[in-house]
Protein backbone atom coordinates (compact mmCIF):
# COMPACT_ATOMS: atom_id res chain seq x y z
CA UNK A 1 0.00 0.00 0.00
CA UNK A 2 1.01 3.75 -0.59
CA UNK A 3 1.55 5.33 2.64
CA UNK A 4 2.30 9.14 3.27
CA UNK A 5 4.04 10.02 6.13
CA UNK A 6 4.04 12.55 8.16
CA UNK A 7 6.17 14.16 10.92
CA UNK A 8 7.13 17.47 12.63
CA UNK A 9 9.55 19.67 10.96
CA UNK A 10 12.11 19.27 13.71
CA UNK A 11 16.04 18.07 12.86
CA UNK A 12 15.27 14.81 15.33
CA UNK A 13 12.46 14.05 13.62
CA UNK A 14 13.75 14.76 10.50
CA UNK A 15 17.20 12.48 11.34
CA UNK A 16 15.17 9.68 12.30
CA UNK A 17 13.08 9.30 8.57
CA UNK A 18 16.25 9.41 7.16
CA UNK A 19 17.49 6.87 9.37
CA UNK A 20 14.59 4.50 9.20
CA UNK A 21 13.75 4.84 5.48
CA UNK A 22 13.96 1.67 3.75
CA UNK A 23 16.73 -0.51 2.66
CA UNK A 24 14.79 -2.38 -0.28
CA UNK A 25 13.98 -0.30 -3.15
CA UNK A 26 11.93 -0.66 -6.43
CA UNK A 27 13.47 -0.84 -9.56
CA UNK A 28 11.58 -0.02 -13.16
CA UNK A 29 12.51 -1.97 -15.72
CA UNK A 30 12.23 -1.42 -19.19
CA UNK A 31 9.40 -2.63 -19.47
CA UNK A 32 8.30 -0.24 -17.58
CA UNK A 33 9.26 2.71 -19.48
CA UNK A 34 7.86 1.39 -22.05
CA UNK A 35 4.31 0.95 -20.38
CA UNK A 36 4.63 4.63 -19.33
CA UNK A 37 5.72 5.87 -22.78
CA UNK A 38 3.06 3.97 -24.54
CA UNK A 39 0.36 5.32 -22.51
CA UNK A 40 1.84 9.24 -22.97
CA UNK A 41 1.97 8.72 -26.83
CA UNK A 42 -1.93 7.94 -26.62
CA UNK A 43 -2.38 11.42 -24.80
CA UNK A 44 -1.16 13.28 -28.53
CA UNK A 45 -0.55 16.88 -27.67
CA UNK A 46 0.27 19.91 -30.53
CA UNK A 47 3.62 20.38 -28.67
CA UNK A 48 6.39 18.85 -26.31
CA UNK A 49 4.51 18.39 -23.08
CA UNK A 50 6.32 19.32 -19.57
CA UNK A 51 4.75 17.44 -16.51
CA UNK A 52 6.39 17.96 -13.10
CA UNK A 53 4.73 17.70 -9.45
CA UNK A 54 3.21 21.18 -9.62
CA UNK A 55 1.20 19.52 -13.16
CA UNK A 56 -0.14 17.11 -10.82
CA UNK A 57 -0.77 19.14 -7.80
CA UNK A 58 -3.16 21.57 -10.09
CA UNK A 59 -4.75 19.03 -11.62
CA UNK A 60 -3.40 20.41 -15.01
CA UNK A 61 -5.86 23.45 -14.86
CA UNK A 62 -4.08 26.17 -16.78
CA UNK A 63 -1.87 29.02 -15.08
CA UNK A 64 -0.25 32.27 -16.32
CA UNK A 65 2.99 31.31 -18.46
CA UNK A 66 6.03 31.49 -15.99
CA UNK A 67 8.13 34.64 -15.60
CA UNK A 68 10.55 35.38 -13.78
CA UNK A 69 10.53 37.23 -10.03
CA UNK A 70 11.98 37.42 -6.74
CA UNK A 71 10.16 34.64 -5.57
CA UNK A 72 10.65 32.41 -8.76
CA UNK A 73 14.81 32.94 -8.81
CA UNK A 74 15.19 32.76 -5.06
CA UNK A 75 15.76 28.72 -4.77
CA UNK A 76 18.05 28.42 -8.13
CA UNK A 77 20.08 31.86 -6.28
CA UNK A 78 19.34 30.06 -2.88
CA UNK A 79 21.08 26.98 -3.72
CA UNK A 80 24.09 27.66 -5.90
CA UNK A 81 24.92 30.17 -2.87
CA UNK A 82 24.80 27.23 -0.36
CA UNK A 83 26.81 24.89 -3.24
CA UNK A 84 29.07 27.90 -2.93
CA UNK A 85 30.79 26.11 0.52
CA UNK A 86 29.23 28.48 2.69
CA UNK A 87 28.69 25.82 5.86
CA UNK A 88 32.41 25.39 5.65
CA UNK A 89 34.05 28.57 5.48
CA UNK A 90 34.07 31.83 7.34
CA UNK A 91 31.67 33.55 4.43
CA UNK A 92 27.98 34.52 4.90
CA UNK A 93 25.46 33.18 2.88
CA UNK A 94 24.63 37.04 2.08
CA UNK A 95 27.73 37.13 0.53
CA UNK A 96 27.79 33.83 -1.10
CA UNK A 97 24.17 35.03 -2.90
CA UNK A 98 25.77 38.13 -4.15
CA UNK A 99 28.73 36.19 -5.54
CA UNK A 100 26.14 34.15 -7.42
CA UNK A 101 24.11 37.42 -8.77
CA UNK A 102 27.52 38.38 -9.67
CA UNK A 103 28.36 35.31 -12.09
CA UNK A 104 25.37 35.11 -13.29
CA UNK A 105 25.24 39.24 -14.36
CA UNK A 106 29.15 38.35 -15.77
CA UNK A 107 27.59 35.55 -17.88
CA UNK A 108 24.77 37.52 -19.31
CA UNK A 109 27.40 40.62 -20.38
CA UNK A 110 29.86 38.29 -21.80
CA UNK A 111 26.82 37.13 -24.14
CA UNK A 112 26.72 33.74 -22.65
CA UNK A 113 22.81 33.87 -21.27
CA UNK A 114 20.29 32.99 -23.62
CA UNK A 115 17.20 34.82 -23.59
CA UNK A 116 14.54 34.08 -21.19
CA UNK A 117 17.13 32.36 -18.84
CA UNK A 118 17.61 33.73 -15.01
CA UNK A 119 21.06 35.61 -15.97
CA UNK A 120 19.31 36.99 -19.00
CA UNK A 121 16.55 37.96 -16.62
CA UNK A 122 18.71 39.46 -13.87
CA UNK A 123 20.48 41.66 -16.31
CA UNK A 124 17.40 43.74 -17.12
CA UNK A 125 16.40 44.37 -13.72
CA UNK A 126 16.87 47.65 -11.81
CA UNK A 127 18.74 47.88 -8.48
CA UNK A 128 16.08 47.49 -6.31
CA UNK A 129 14.71 44.69 -7.77
CA UNK A 130 18.15 43.29 -7.28
CA UNK A 131 18.17 44.17 -3.37
CA UNK A 132 14.95 42.65 -3.45
CA UNK A 133 16.18 39.30 -5.31
CA UNK A 134 19.18 39.11 -2.94
CA UNK A 135 16.94 39.44 0.24
CA UNK A 136 14.72 36.68 -1.16
CA UNK A 137 17.57 34.30 -2.30
CA UNK A 138 19.44 34.38 1.34
CA UNK A 139 15.81 34.02 2.87
CA UNK A 140 15.72 30.91 1.06
CA UNK A 141 19.33 30.07 1.76
CA UNK A 142 19.11 30.24 5.30
CA UNK A 143 15.75 28.36 5.81
CA UNK A 144 17.32 25.59 3.80
CA UNK A 145 20.36 25.41 5.87
CA UNK A 146 18.20 25.45 9.17
CA UNK A 147 16.04 22.77 8.25
CA UNK A 148 19.02 20.13 7.27
CA UNK A 149 22.45 21.53 9.57
CA UNK A 150 21.28 19.44 12.31
CA UNK A 151 20.63 16.12 10.73
CA UNK A 152 23.46 14.38 11.57
CA UNK A 153 24.19 12.78 8.28
CA UNK A 154 25.87 13.93 5.02
CA UNK A 155 24.47 16.21 2.68
CA UNK A 156 24.69 18.32 -0.24
CA UNK A 157 22.53 20.40 -2.08
CA UNK A 158 21.60 19.39 -5.29
CA UNK A 159 23.34 20.59 -8.80
CA UNK A 160 19.97 20.48 -10.32
CA UNK A 161 16.58 19.26 -10.50
CA UNK A 162 16.20 15.77 -12.34
CA UNK A 163 14.80 15.48 -15.91
CA UNK A 164 13.60 12.11 -17.94
CA UNK A 165 12.88 12.26 -21.40
CA UNK A 166 10.02 10.05 -22.48
CA UNK A 167 11.05 7.71 -25.59
CA UNK A 168 8.43 8.68 -28.23
CA UNK A 169 6.13 10.68 -26.08
CA UNK A 170 7.38 13.92 -26.66
CA UNK A 171 7.52 14.61 -23.18
CA UNK A 172 9.74 15.48 -20.55
CA UNK A 173 9.10 15.33 -16.73
CA UNK A 174 11.13 17.25 -14.15
CA UNK A 175 11.75 16.24 -10.33
CA UNK A 176 12.18 18.30 -7.82
CA UNK A 177 15.18 18.41 -5.30
CA UNK A 178 17.15 20.21 -3.24
CA UNK A 179 18.99 18.11 -0.82
CA UNK A 180 20.75 15.14 -1.15
CA UNK A 181 21.46 13.12 1.85
CA UNK A 182 23.94 9.74 0.81
CA UNK A 183 24.02 8.81 -2.41
CA UNK A 184 21.37 6.48 -4.52
CA UNK A 185 20.00 4.40 -3.95
CA UNK A 186 20.82 4.33 -0.65
CA UNK A 187 19.96 8.11 -0.74
CA UNK A 188 17.11 10.31 0.80
CA UNK A 189 15.81 13.13 -1.39
CA UNK A 190 14.59 16.64 0.22
CA UNK A 191 13.02 19.09 -1.19
CA UNK A 192 11.77 22.65 0.34
CA UNK A 193 8.55 23.60 -0.06
CA UNK A 194 6.67 27.51 0.40
CA UNK A 195 3.44 27.84 2.21
CA UNK A 196 1.73 24.57 3.60
CA UNK A 197 1.16 21.48 2.13
CA UNK A 198 -2.15 20.57 0.82
CA UNK A 199 -4.33 17.78 -0.37
CA UNK A 200 -2.47 17.08 -2.94
CA UNK A 201 0.96 17.08 -1.25
CA UNK A 202 1.19 13.59 -1.41
CA UNK A 203 0.57 12.89 -5.30
CA UNK A 204 3.36 16.16 -5.83
CA UNK A 205 5.58 13.95 -4.08
CA UNK A 206 5.43 10.69 -5.65
CA UNK A 207 5.73 12.44 -9.31
CA UNK A 208 9.16 13.44 -7.95
CA UNK A 209 9.95 10.34 -7.19
CA UNK A 210 9.10 8.54 -10.29
CA UNK A 211 11.21 10.98 -11.99
CA UNK A 212 14.21 10.17 -9.89
CA UNK A 213 13.71 6.48 -10.35
CA UNK A 214 13.47 6.92 -14.42
CA UNK A 215 16.07 9.13 -14.05
CA UNK A 216 18.43 6.85 -12.34
CA UNK A 217 20.74 4.52 -14.78
CA UNK A 218 19.47 1.70 -12.92
CA UNK A 219 16.36 2.44 -12.63
CA UNK A 220 16.79 2.16 -8.68
CA UNK A 221 14.48 4.27 -6.83
CA UNK A 222 15.44 6.69 -3.87
CA UNK A 223 15.06 5.28 -0.23
CA UNK A 224 12.28 7.86 0.48
CA UNK A 225 11.49 11.60 -0.66
CA UNK A 226 10.90 14.10 1.50
CA UNK A 227 9.27 17.44 1.07
CA UNK A 228 9.80 20.35 3.78
CA UNK A 229 7.31 22.49 4.32
CA UNK A 230 8.74 25.12 7.05
CA UNK A 231 6.31 27.68 6.60
CA UNK A 232 3.85 24.92 8.62
CA UNK A 233 6.66 23.18 10.44
CA UNK A 234 5.82 20.25 8.58
CA UNK A 235 7.61 17.08 6.78
CA UNK A 236 5.67 14.89 4.87
CA UNK A 237 7.58 11.92 2.88
CA UNK A 238 7.16 8.75 0.46
CA UNK A 239 9.14 5.41 0.27
CA UNK A 240 10.71 3.85 -2.37
CA UNK A 241 8.73 1.04 -3.15
CA UNK A 242 7.10 -0.15 -6.35
CA UNK A 243 3.40 1.15 -5.13
CA UNK A 244 4.80 4.67 -4.70
CA UNK A 245 6.64 4.58 -8.56
CA UNK A 246 3.35 3.15 -10.18
CA UNK A 247 1.16 5.89 -8.66
CA UNK A 248 3.05 8.58 -9.42
CA UNK A 249 3.39 6.85 -13.04
CA UNK A 250 -0.50 7.25 -13.17
CA UNK A 251 -0.39 10.71 -12.15
CA UNK A 252 1.65 11.75 -14.70
CA UNK A 253 -0.52 10.10 -17.23
CA UNK A 254 -3.92 11.69 -15.26
CA UNK A 255 -1.93 15.11 -15.44
CA UNK A 256 -1.88 14.22 -19.67
CA UNK A 257 -5.11 13.68 -20.11
CA UNK A 258 -6.56 16.51 -17.59
CA UNK A 259 -3.90 19.04 -19.47
CA UNK A 260 -5.21 17.75 -23.14
CA UNK A 261 -8.91 18.19 -21.99
CA UNK A 262 -7.83 22.43 -20.56
CA UNK A 263 -6.08 22.57 -24.12
CA UNK A 264 -9.40 21.30 -26.09
CA UNK A 265 -11.79 23.16 -23.69
CA UNK A 266 -9.49 26.43 -24.32
CA UNK A 267 -9.87 25.73 -28.23
CA UNK A 268 -13.49 25.48 -28.01
Given at each position: ?53 WMVEQAARPSTPFA ?46 RPGSLGHWLAGVSH ?62 VRVRAGQPGKSAGP ?65
Amino acid sequence: MSALLQRRLTARDLTELIEEAPLEVARVSDEHRVNLASRLRAVPLNEHRRLDAWMVEQAARPSTPFAWSPTSARRILGNNALRRGVIDSSDTILNAVREELADQLLRAVRGYARPGSLGHWLAGVSHPVLGLITAEAANWATQVLECVRGIGHEWRVASSDVYYDVAGARTTLRGRRDVLVGTPPEGVIVRVRAGQPGKSAGPGLRSDLVVATLAHPEGLAPRRYLGLWPDAGLVLGVDGTMDNVRAGARDFVRAAVAQRRHGLAHVA
